[in-house]
């Protein structure tokens, strides 16, 4: 067996015209997947799937699906239309996810929901939607993009609601593969440290300024902080989100992985 063949296998990439979900459609299209990406602007995923494309020269294992995942009868009607055109679609990424920051004192309720929404409930609905074709094909890889922020709070204010929705992302996952499991299908997550994609580019700025240093000085502090001295990049997440969606992880399940410069070793 080859561990990390995807041929034969259908995807879809919730999130993935964005920094991290659109190498991880390359990396599992060059394993052999046919790969979707959704998300809500069609703009973003028209050119993603272009340069996609245009990167690996295939052609034909691209397509993407307008879809909010936190609307349940468009998630729902995504499934449907995805697992016709293109399969049995049997590998599932969640790597959708926004980001406000605001200390608690002015956090509005409304925008902590918004956070939740988007980055649990949706992971929820994905997971109602496509599960049930994954057990009619008694397999199945679910595979969530958590965070470090999960685990480890910030010592700085701006992180109530990110962090609380990857904590309750984590334990949706282990519910989700304690569920699943009977029915061949595998619910793992994986949690980055802070990596440079268009979500954080803004936080990065905010952060400097508010040091009153640039942004690549406060990126080398950051580095400086971690076992493994730099920061990470998205690429470096791509080879534990191909091991989730490969049979080198048949067995695993309900389980978290850090990909994060060694931070949850010492934080
Ligand atoms: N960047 C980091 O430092 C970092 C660190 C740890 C964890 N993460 C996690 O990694 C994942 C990917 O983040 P990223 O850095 O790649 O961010 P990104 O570049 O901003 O990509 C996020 C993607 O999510 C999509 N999205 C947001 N809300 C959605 C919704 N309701 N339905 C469907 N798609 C939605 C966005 O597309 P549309 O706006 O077009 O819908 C975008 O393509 C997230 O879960 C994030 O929390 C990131």
């Known amino acids: 067996m080859n561990f990390f063949d995807l041929t034969g296998k259908n995807a879809i ?6 920094g991290l ?11 052999g997947a ?20 245009a990167e690996t020269g295939l052609e034909d294992a691209f397509r993407y699906y307008v879809c909010d995942a936190t609307d349940e009868p468009a998630v729902e009607a995504t499934a449907k239309k995805a697992n016709e ?36 409930t949706s ?14 094909a008694h397999y199945g890889k679910i595979v969530n993009v958590s965070s470090v922020r999960g685990r480890i709070a910030t010592k700085g204010p701006g992180n109530a609601a990110y962090c609380s929705s990857k904590g309750a992302e984590d334990m949706l996952t282990k519910v989700l593969a304690a569920e699943l499991g009977p029915y061949g299908i595998t619910v793992n997550a994986f949690g980055p440290n802070i990596m440079k994609t268009p979500m954080m580019n803004k936080i990065f700025e905010m952060r ?11 990126l080398d502090r950051q580095a400086a902080n971690l076992p493994l001295r730099r920061m990470s ?35």
């Open 208 to 218: 400097a300024n508010e040091a009153g240093i640039t942004v690549e000085e406060y």
């Open 21 to 31: 979900g659109k190498l991880i459609a390359r990396e599992y299209a060059l394993a």
């Open 34 to 53: 046919k790969v979707a990406i959704a998300s809500r602007s069609e703009e973003k995923l028209a050119a993603a799937v272009a340069d996609l494309k």
């Open 85 to 120: 055109e293109m399969g049995p679609v049997t590998i599932l990424v969640n790597s959708q996810g926004i980001n406000k920051k605001f200390p608690v004192f002015e956090f509005a309720v409304e925008d902590f929901n918004n956070v939740m929404n988007a980055n649990v």
């Open 123 to 136: 992971i929820l609905i994905t997971a109602k939607h496509f599960a049930p074709y994954m057990k009619e």
């Open 233 to 267: 990049d998205p690429i470096d997440c791509v080879g534990t989100a191909l091991f989730l969606a490969a049979p080198a992880s048949d067995f695993l399940t309900g389980n978290l992985l850090y990909p994060d410069g060694g931070l949850t070793a010492i934080g």
């Open 13 to 18: 990439i919730f999130g993935g015209a964005g």
